[in-house]
T-cell receptor
Framework: NAGVTQTPKFQVLKTGQSMTLQCAQD?????MYWYRQDPGMGLRLIYY???????DKGEVPNGYNVSRLNKREFSLRLESAAPSQTSVYFC????????????FGPGTRLTVT | AQSVAQPEDQVNVAEGNPLTVKCTYS??????LFWYVQYPNRGLQFLLK??????LVKGSYGFEAEFNKSQTSFHLKKPSALVSDSALYFC??????????????FGRGTSLIVHP
């Protein structure tokens, strides 16, 4: 099992450019999440998908869109990147049985200049 | 509403000594509680969880956590620290009544530094 995979690992964008961060999980989890991690800010939830076909806003959704392509894949899109979106982005998934502990991908380090 | 606090930004301990990383929580009912570890340039990794039952929960890499309902705490412990335990540790809480969203609240993280 690969667990949760993310691509790319690193990306540099110029202000105004767009890009899509890809995430896939092979654990048959229903729920998937996108977080950003910034120094001193901890983890902040951008969007989540409780199940295939549904998506909802988290704490910091502005400037982002998501697509739950199927049960395995959950992508995050930046339509017009801004320097404030420089961050490390993590995708996670969780089962919807039991406590629902989350399993995280390795992250994408994004720099917007 | 649910919240979690990690009162220490950094914990320093000598190798071989016991370590404690503190976490307190607030949730309306009985909580689900989690600890995660993040090594440099890696994603968060699930360590252990408390759902119900025994207040002492054992997890990966020799870590354990003690649930204390009266003090609303869930401190992470290890009897003998290793230099390789140096990492960022996150506590998280979830209200089981949150239904299908399964959204936890994370603490800000505590940096554990184990000195040789």
């Amino acid at each position: 099992n690969a667990g949760v995979t993310q691509t790319p690992k690193f990306q540099v964008l110029k202000t105004g450019q767009s890009m899509t961060l890809q995430c896939a999980q092979d654990m048959n989890h229903n729920s998937m999440y996108w977080y950003r991690q910034d120094p001193g800010m901890g983890l902040r939830l951008i969007y989540y998908s409780a199940s295939e076909g549904t998506t909802d806003k988290g704490e910091v959704p502005n400037g982002y869109n998501v697509s739950r392509l199927n049960k395995r894949e959950f992508s995050l899109r930046l339509e017009s990147a801004a320097p404030s979106q420089t961050s490390v982005y993590f995708c996670a998934s969780s089962p919807t049985q039991g406590a629902g502990e989350q399993y995280f991908g390795p992250g994408t380090r994004l720099t917007v200049t | 509403a649910q919240s979690v606090a990690q009162p220490e930004d950094q914990v320093n301990v000598a190798e071989g000594n016991p370590l404690t990383v503190k976490c307190t929580y607030s949730v309306s009912g009985n909580p689900y509680l989690f600890w995660y570890v993040q090594y440099p340039n890696r994603g968060l990794q699930f360590l252990l969880k408390y759902i119900t039952g025994d207040n002492l929960v054992k997890g990966s890499y020799g870590f354990e956590a003690e649930f204390n309902k009266s003090q609303t705490s869930f401190h992470l412990k290890k009897p003998s620290a290793l230099v390789s335990d140096s990492a960022l540790y996150f506590c998280a809480v979830r209200d089981p009544r949150s239904g299908g969203s399964y959204i936890p609240t994370f603490g800000r993280g505590t940096s554990l530094i184990v000195h040789p």
